[in-house]
């Protein structure tokens, strides 16, 4: 099973992602992550983020930005966007059923409200760091509960 997690830059929410979520499955489940802009291409996630997750034993440090491709839709099983407006902008990029069927909202996919945002900490203090941490470590719990289920199937 392989997961792509999706933001707008890949370097703050969806790095970070990655990172929980690596740490939650087991090896046989293949995380990566992207951005829907190339602005950071090439470059290491966020100091923040990487600060964050360093607090709570995560290593992100070494990932590197970049935009998400046609043939990730072919390559990934699920693709969890961290907001609503990655959401339809990865929506707008699928080209059939079969690939909209593994776009989700994370949040939404983690059961919690329908339309729930993971908010944008790029232009905010490390305290929303922190809160975006929170939010994506409860969200991935959910998820990887989800996806390990025996009762579960692609
Ligand atoms: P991310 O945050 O989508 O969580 O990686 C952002 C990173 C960069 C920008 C915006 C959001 N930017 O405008 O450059």
Known sequence: MKILMVCLGNICRSPLAEGIMKAKLPDNFVVDSAGTISMHEGEHPDRRAVKVAANHDVNISEQRSRPITKADFRTFDKIYCMDTS??????????????????????????KDKNADVPDPYWGGMEDFEKVFQLLNAGCDEIAVHLTSPTHHI
């Open 86 to 111: 990655v959401y339809k902008e990865v929506l707008s990029r699928t080209e059939n059923e079969e690939d909209r069927q593994k776009v989700s909202l994370f949040l939404e996919a983690a059961g």
